[in-house]
């Protein structure tokens, strides 16, 4: 493997200095036969990671990657299978190779981090096949110091116009055993499992994100980028610590069809020393395109408190009656809270026609732009407006997906007119039953991360941003950075969020710090936190502390983040409050002090609209005493910080979950502040700059 570095060393040129456009060099090796081109070699820019794309004796094609001169992925397979032509597979050569260098920075309208880097070199492998079919695809790598992603390439050629996908054959051959922390796909409940810590060697078939812990301490995250047009990865153990990749199925044979000239979304992998590095990746966002919404200045982060939590408790319904949650009184009633606390936005669910009956799996009663008779959307409307507050909707299609197609146009002109800049989406019914509606009346049943329910979630949200509405999907395809190309996307669910902590079979205390290193190296999840009451259905207790509550706005990032609990049991707790009224929901800057995948983790986040840091630290069922330091502060600054940790007692387990402290101190850059957290809990910490 030494020898391949230095190799890699001299075919790729010193990085160019950062930049703000692209710098970009070309290394070109001309087709030549198959004997001169044994393998393809690229390091990254530090030359830290190194790939090699290989053929073998029968022409498999193969890549590996090592870091640190460790070996990561020993020679793994590429290639595919489809449902009306050979496999692309066997006697392929590597015809071509050139390489690509970059170093550029763009800014997030929005996000976790204002300035993103984008440093990387990139080398793309020409396969061709030596049969009679001389097929070419290209394979595509970018490496940056921290990851790869690699993805294929079709070009335009003759007799591979139309490609019908049954599979890929891409392979992950890790070199060591693993710890992995997985959850199951394929299953009826779509993404919202708990995560599942086995050794590598006992993963099923796995949702990715999926993390890994090697022997030698070295972290992987397995995930894809830009998924466009395609079917959405998983992936399955194939045999020792070998995965392959699985595409999720559509309605037909191929579960990817695609015509002309394209693209399949990049297979990443994140490297990092520890689980922090992890999270500290801009790998899956630089894979995306920019945006190609043009001005988004519209797109407003902030919280909000809805019409919501009643109804996941029991107490209220979002069907028409005694009970419903959606009238005009109890709206009010909650735009008067939001206003009275600075809370910018009111989520209602249930307001519209279509929720009367059994329709789960079956929303074709579903009106969105039609509220029910004690919903006066007008005046809610004008009232929302005269309090400083704006309403945030919610469209539930309960899986009929074609049926909320044909009234896109109709539910953004509605949310549009009334003052609604972002719409909560929903597709609740099981895995494998979406319906879908062709032109012409066929009926077939759809995945949620088909290709065609792919390309359903990208109609929603490039139709929604015609009226200048934001989007945050539930029950939704797994983000892959399309927020950078799509802005308003602003959020998803995509995993069991605190809605399970109402009902029975609840997140246990890890929950939090297992997806802080998997689900979050996604992208922003609306995991509607802030519940300080402790409790769910039928009384039951959440199994939490109050500071952990707390601790969850700084730890799981979203631009529009809910305050998910009732008026009535936020006066109870005030000064806790206090902590979720002043916390952004925006940062210039983000840093993950400390943490290990499931155990705990403390972040630091910078208030992009001033020169204040949040500090948000939780952990699992085992108390932890965590040391963290304060050198990302300005130097010679004073800050306040305001602590709000757990108190005396404090345990999930017991009453004493209510237990909470506050304190106040003056600290400076460099100060070191000990993070005293209980079974279950957390701290929060509002770094105030004087």
Do not use: C
Request: charged content about 25%.
């Amino acid at each position: 493997m030494k020898t391949l570095l230095l190799l890699s060393a001299a075919l790729i040129a010193a990085p160019a200095a950062a930049q703000t456009e692209p710098a970009t060099t070309n290394e070109t090796i001309k087709p030549q036969p198959p004997s001169a081109i044994p393998s393809a070699i690229a390091t990254s820019p530090d030359g830290s990671i190194a790939v090699t794309v290989a053929t073998d004796a029968e022409g498999h094609a193969t890549y590996s990657i090592s870091r640190k001169g460790e070996l990561i992925v020993t020679p793994s397979r590429l290639g595919f299978l489809f449902t009306d032509a050979p496999k692309f597979d066997r006697h392929l050569k590597i015809e071509s190779v050139t390489r690509d260098k970059a170093d550029a920075t763009w800014t997030q309208p929005w996000g976790e981090w204002k300035t993103i880097r984008d440093n990387h070199i990139e080398m793309r492998v020409r396969l061709v096949e030596t049969d009679r079919m001389k097929r070419m695809i290209d394979v595509v790598f970018r490496l940056q110091d921290d990851g790869v992603g690699f993805r294929y390439e079709f070009p335009e050629q003759p007799g591979f116009k139309t490609v019908n996908i049954a599979e890929e054959l891409t392979q992950f051959a890790f070199a060591t055993e693993a710890t992995a922390w997985w959850k199951p796909a394929f299953e009826w409940n779509r993404e919202e499992y708990l995560y599942n810590r086995t050794p590598l060697t006992g993963v099923g078939t796995a949702a990715t994100p999926i993390t890994l812990k090697l022997a030698s301490g070295t972290h992987v995250a397995l995930h894809e980028a830009a998924l466009v047009d395609y079917a959405g990865m998983n992936v399955a153990k194939v045999e020792g610590n070998t995965l392959k990749a699985v595409l999720t199925p559509g309605a037909g044979a191929p579960k990817v069809t695609r015509t002309g000239a394209f693209a399949t979304p990049w297979r990443t992998l994140i490297l990092a020393d520890d689980a922090p590095g992890l999270y500290m990746s801009h790998l899956e966002l630089n894979l995306n395109e920019p945006n190609k919404l043009g001005d988004v200045s519209w797109i407003k982060p902030g919280k909000f408190v809805g019409v919501w939590w009643n109804m996941i408790t029991g107490k209220w319904s979002w069907a028409t009656g005694p009970q419903h949650g959606a009238t005009t009184a109890h709206v009010k009633t909650y735009i008067d809270f939001a206003s009275a606390n600075k809370i910018p936005g009111v989520l209602v669910e249930g307001w519209n026609v279509g929720w009367d009956g059994d329709w789960f799996g079956n929303g074709n009663a579903m009106q969105f732009d039609t509220p029910t008779p004690d919903f006066d959307a007008t005046e809610l409307a004008r009232y929302a407006k005269a309090k400083g507050v704006y309403l945030i909707g919610h469209n539930e299609t309960g899986g009929s997906a074609s049926h909320y197609d044909a009234q896109l146009d109709r539910a953004f002109g509605y949310a549009r007119d009334h003052g609604i800049p972002a719409v909560k989406t929903g597709y609740v019914t099981d895995a494998g039953q979406i319906e879908r509606v062709d032109p012409d009346g066929t009926a077939k049943r759809e995945w949620h991360e088909g290709q065609w329910m792919v390309n359903h979630y990208t109609r929603v949200v490039t139709t929604a941003a015609k009226y200048r509405v934001a989007i945050d999907s539930h029950e939704p395809v797994k983000d892959t950075g399309l927020r950078r190309t799509y802005p308003n996307w602003v959020a998803r669910e995509g995993s069991r969020g605190m809605e399970y902590n109402s009902w029975a079979g609840k997140n246990p205390p890890e929950h939090e710090a297992n997806l802080a290193f998997t689900r979050m190296l996604e992208g922003p999840m609306d995991f509607t936190p802030g519940v300080l009451s402790l409790k769910g259905s039928d009384d039951s207790d959440i199994l939490s502390t109050i500071a952990k509550q707390l601790a969850l706005y700084v730890v799981l990032y979203s631009p529009v983040v809910m305050a998910a609990d009732t008026p009535e049991n936020y006066a109870k707790y005030p000064q806790a409050f206090q902590f979720i009224k002043d916390v952004p929901t925006d940062w210039s800057d983000t840093r993950v002090l400390n943490g290990e995948v499931g155990d705990y983790v403390t972040f630091a986040r910078r208030d992009r609209r001033s020169d204040d840091w949040y500090i948000g630290s939780i952990t699992d069922e085992n108390a932890r005493t965590l040391t963290v330091t304060l050198d990302f502060l300005d130097p010679g600054k004073s800050y306040t910080a305001q602590i709000y940790r757990d108190g005396p007692g404090a345990d999930y387990r017991t009453t004493a979950r209510h237990s909470i402290a506050f304190e106040t101190r003056t600290v400076r850059k460099g100060d070191r502040l000990t993070v005293a957290l209980a079974p279950g809990g957390g701290q929060a910490i509002r770094l105030k700059r004087r």
